[in-house]
Every structure is written in structure tokens, then in C-alpha cells.
């Protein structure tokens, strides 16, 4: 079993910049692809940004490319989600989430979750 803890959010100005940390305890996820997931007011859960298990595949949603960028450092036994020029549809709780196999989109293939972390995009 994987625990994961998020840190890292707050309440920022547009175009300011966060860097979450999800933080993994328990067995290792190294074979593990791991996620960001955001909930924005009112919306659905979204795939945000995804790194394969090896560091070398990444995902990012539209909204985010070129904004976010995600990696992991296994040694660490951390995940984290640099967030760049930050905007106010950013905002939401952010999740990291595991799986074993190659990254994917769909939330529901993740196996273990964070309990996430708040981050807030206001003027």
C-alpha cells in the first residue's frame, strides 16, 4: 500500500507560481506511472498532468501545456507539479494518484489516492 500526502497549495494572484509536492510512504511507487487531478468549482475531477513510471513519458492536459510541468524523484519518494502563470480557472483542490502500467487519463484507473491539496488563484 502507497499513502499519499499533498502540500504545496495556497492562495495566489494570476500569473503567480506553485509547486506542489505529493509525498509517498509505504511500499515504493518507482513501478508505478503516478497523476495531478483537479477538481474546478463546479466541474468534474481532471486529469491534469501524468508521468510514466521511468520519468521519461508525460501527459499534460490542454489548459495546462506549456504552464505545468510535472516530474518525480523516486529517491525522494516525491511527485511534484510545478504551476507556472497560474490563472483563476486553476483553481481547486489537486490530487496525486497512482497506478500501476502506463500513464493514462482516466481517473477511475488510478489505484491510491492523496487527500489533496487547496490551491487558490484570485486577485
Known amino acids: 500500500q502507497v499513502d499519499l500526502v499533498e502540500s504545496g497549495g495556497g492562495l495566489v494572484q494570476p500569473g503567480d507560481s506553485l509547486e506542489l509536492t505529493c509525498a509517498a510512504s509505504?511500499?515504493?511507487?518507482?513501478?508505478?506511472?503516478m497523476g495531478w487531478f483537479r477538481r474546478a468549482p463546479g466541474k468534474e475531477d481532471e486529469f491534469v498532468a501524468g508521468i510514466s513510471k521511468n520519468g521519461d513519458i508525460t501527459d499534460y492536459v490542454d489548459s495546462v501545456e506549456g504552464r505545468f510541468s510535472i516530474s518525480r524523484d523516486d529517491a525522494k519518494n516525491a511527485v511534484y507539479l510545478q504551476m507556472n502563470n497560474l490563472k483563476p480557472e486553476d483553481t481547486g483542490p489537486y490530487y496525486c494518484?497512482?497506478?500501476?502500467?502506463?500513464?493514462?487519463?482516466?481517473?477511475?484507473?488510478?489505484?491510491?489516492w492523496g487527500q489533496g491539496t487547496q490551491v487558490t488563484v484570485s486577485s
Open positions: 509505504g511500499r515504493s511507487f518507482s513501478a508505478d506511472s
Open positions: 494518484a497512482g497506478k500501476s502500467g502506463t500513464v493514462r487519463r482516466s481517473l477511475i484507473l488510478y489505484d491510491y
